[in-house]
Structure formats: structure tokens, C-alpha cells
């Protein structure tokens, strides 16, 4: 990205102060002068490349399995990018344990509606979301065993979710500044996921003024209840320099062990939504109006 010394951004108080603001639209002289907020853009020079993957909290409940990368999984997922507004609905599995030839025989409520990957506007899938699915795995070959005789397991299919704050300036094609102290973030609340949701913030080594850190890699993850909102503590955003390039996901989803012949699978659904934002570490002032 371009380099800039020692900055002042003044930006638009389309800041929620505390939460986020548009980025500002032309500079002078190193400053953006948009009347009400003044920036200092912290100097990153001294910084280097880091990885961090840090999880929040004591625990998180059916969470903890869909955090374990090591189990094959087979479900459905809901997917939105907000930038886009690009929504893929899919029904995924672990190529490892289950055959194409053998998709054809999941039944999901009665319905032999289970595909590699079905479009959001397919209703065989989409429609399950905010229910609950009961999928027939009877007479499915998991991997190399025999297929089994009955299997029948059920989960919760939640909402699908929607971040409503943040929000992405699409008019302007914008990702929104947000100042890292009360970070506040809101999406569509589920009142019948008991499970919570994940808040995850991601950062790759993008950043809006300085060089980039290529090798960087962050990653911080704490669940919270699913009640619509969620305020966001500094821990969250160890190890993101200032002005950042980040990613916001907020996922909610249930999941289900299987057990086939002494092999542990797992049976999930969940549905995210992403938001790509600026993170911003130093506001100097505020104006007096």
C-alpha cells in the first residue's frame, strides 16, 4: 500500500464514535480533512511479521468440535460476503469419507436433496435454514466399510446470519473504519440457537497506509451469546497494526457426533457472514462543534 510518514487523518464522523466511519475521500499534504475527527496513524515501521491464532474464552460448547480441523464432517452451510452480497448455499462433505455415488441416498427431512453443491436460490436446501433437519444416513458407504443399516441423526439448522452493523458502504464500494475501543458489532439475532455464535477477526497483512506484512497472519476467536449484539475488547485485536485491512465473520451453527463402525464423524450446519473492515488504533480528538 502507499507509504505515509507520521499522519493525520481527519474522517468523517459517519463514525458511530466507537464504532466505524467511511473512508475519507481525498488528501492534502498527507491529511484528509473531513471536519470532525482527527487520526494519527500510528507509525508501524518498528513492526514485524507475526502469526497469531488465539481463542477467547473458557469454552465453547459444540463449538470446540467445529473448531477441530482433524474430524471429517458432512453437512450444509450458508455463506455471505457482504461486499459482494454474494450468498452461497452448499451442501459439503469430506471427499475422504463419502463417494459422489453415495450422495445420492442421504436423505435430508424425507428428501434426497443432499448434492455436492446446491445455489442459494435452490430451495431443496436453503429452505432448512431456521429448522430443524433430520438427515437418514441408512444404507450410506462411509469410506472403505460396509454401508450401515440405519443411521438417523437430527440438528438445528439456525438462521441464517446477517451482519447488520458493521455496515459495508456498497453505494461507495467502502469497507467501514472502526476505532478498536467499543468495538459494537449487531447481527439478526436466533432465539432458538442455544449454541451461540463465533466472532471471528482476521487479518492477513494488508494495511491501509505503510508496507505490508506479507508473512502475517492473525486470527482471534471468542463465542458469545446469540442475542444480536456483542462488544469487542482489545484482546481481539492483538497483533493488528493500525489501520489494517481485516475481516469480520460471525458464524452460528450445531453440530452432531456419528458413529460408524468405531469411526468418529461429524454432522454440522452452520451459516456466516463476512465483512472486511479498517481497523483503527489512534483517534487524537475529537472536534468541538
Given amino acids: 500500500m502507499k507509504t505515509f510518514n507520521r499522519t ?44 497469531i491464532s488465539e481463542v477467547h474464552g473458557l469454552s465453547f460448547g459444540k463449538y470446540e468440535k467445529i473448531l477441530d480441523e482433524s474430524v471429517a ?80 441423526k437430527e440438528v438445528y439448522v439456525p438462521e441464517t446470519m446477517r451482519i447488520a452493523f458493521p455496515q459495508y458502504d456498497s453505494k461507495n464500494h467502502r469497507a467501514p473504519l472502526c476505532y478498536d475501543k467499543d468495538f459494537v458489532i449487531r447481527w439478526n439475532a436466533d432465539s432458538k440457537n442455544e449454541n451461540g455464535v463465533l466472532v471471528i477477526v482476521r487479518w492477513n497483512g494488508s494495511v491501509l497506509f505503510g508496507e505490508d506484512f506479507a508473512s502475517s497472519s492473525v486470527t482471534h476467536t471468542r463465542c458469545f451469546p446469540d442475542n444480536g449484539s456483542a462488544k469487542l475488547d482489545n484482546s481481539m485485536f492483538e497483533g493488528i497494526p493500525d489501520t489494517a485491512y481485516c475481516t469480520l465473520l460471525v458464524l452460528r451453527g450445531d453440530v452432531e457426533n456419528i458413529d460408524v463402525d468405531e469411526s468418529d464423524y461429524q454432522l454440522f450446519a452452520e451459516t456466516h457472514d463476512m465483512l472486511d473492515f479498517v481497523l483503527i488504533k489512534n483517534i487524537q480528538k475529537v472536534r468541538a462543534k
Fill in 8 to 51: 493525520f487523518l481527519f474522517l468523517s464522523l459517519a463514525l458511530v464514535l466507537g464504532s466505524c466511519a467511511k473512508s475519507a475521500e481525498e488528501a492534502i499534504n498527507n491529511e484528509i480533512d473531513l471536519d470532525d475527527i482527527i487520526v494519527a496513524v500510528t507509525d508501524e515501521s518498528g513492526m514485524s511479521d507475526r502469526v
Fill in 73 to 152: 464432517r458432512i453437512g450444509i452451510s450458508a455463506s455471505r460476503y457482504e461486499q459482494t452480497g454474494q450468498e452461497t448455499v452448499a451442501a459439503v462433505y469430506d471427499e475422504s469419507i463419502l463417494k459422489p455415488e453415495s450422495l445420492s441416498k442421504i436423505k435430508i427431512n424425507g428428501k434426497e436433496s443432499f448434492s455436492p453443491r446446491t445455489k442459494s436460490g435452490d430451495s431443496s436446501i436453503a429452505e432448512l435454514f431456521g429448522n430443524m433437519a433430520e438427515f437418514d444416513f441408512s444404507k450410506v458407504t462411509f469410506g472403505e466399510k460396509a454401508p450401515v443399516d440405519e443411521l438417523v
